[in-house]
């Protein structure tokens, strides 16, 4: 998966996650919102995935231009 993509399905699991513990609570389903706070806790490593890979790719690409610069 791309950095996008894990930032992009992180973000809608977080949401979808936050949207079922609300309903959890006001319903009084406490599976509902259990299952909302893992949902929304997934969503968040998904997007920290995301930049992860995103701050790897700049990293390499940093490096490469430097060796590129330095004439190797």
């Keep these: 998966m791309s950095d996008t993509n894990d930032k992009v399905r992180g973000s809608g699991n977080e949401a979808v996650g936050n949207v079922k513990q609300a309903v959890g609570q006001v319903t009084g389903n ?3 919102e259990a299952e909302g706070k893992t949902q929304e806790t997934k969503g968040e490593a998904q ?3 995301g930049h992860a890979k995103e701050a ?3 990293a390499a690409e940093s490096l490469g ?4 610069g330095s004439g190797h």
């Design 30 to 32: 406490e599976n509902m």
């Design 65 to 68: 231009n430097a060796i590129k």
């Design 47 to 49: 997007q920290a995935l």
């Design 56 to 58: 790897i790719g700049n």
